[in-house]
């Protein structure tokens, strides 16, 4: 490794993520929401929506976990409309 200092700004999560392209899709489909993940281990999904909420930090993502119908764990987002913003102010 080299001891120079290289002056530039790290890449952007965006760049990085697989989640970047869902984040994009539910901003264009604002209020709607859309199970982005699936598993049997409910680790593997509180992980992928730690990950998801920093590539999508804008406050209007939301992102729950929970059980899904079949028995498993889910991840599901949303991208909140103005109106949905509103109400998280009253």
């Known amino acids: 490794m080299s001891d120079e ?12 993520s ?5 984040a994009a899709e539910l901003k264009n489909n604002p209020g709607r ?13 509180a992980n992928a ?4 909420m920093r590539v999508a930090s804008e ?3 939301e992102a ?3 059980k899904d119908n079949e028995g498993g764990f889910g991840l599901w987002a949303r991208y909140r409309t103005a109106e949905q913003m509103k109400s998280l102010k009253a």
């Open 5 to 16: 200092l290289v002056w530039e700004a790290p890449p952007t999560r965006e760049t990085k």
């Open 18 to 22: 697989k989640y970047a392209p869902i």
């Open 33 to 45: 929401w859309a199970r982005i993940q699936s598993s049997e281990n409910p680790s593997t999904v």
């Open 49 to 52: 929506r730690a990950v998801f």
């Open 59 to 61: 406050p209007q993502f």
């Open 64 to 66: 729950r976990s929970g």
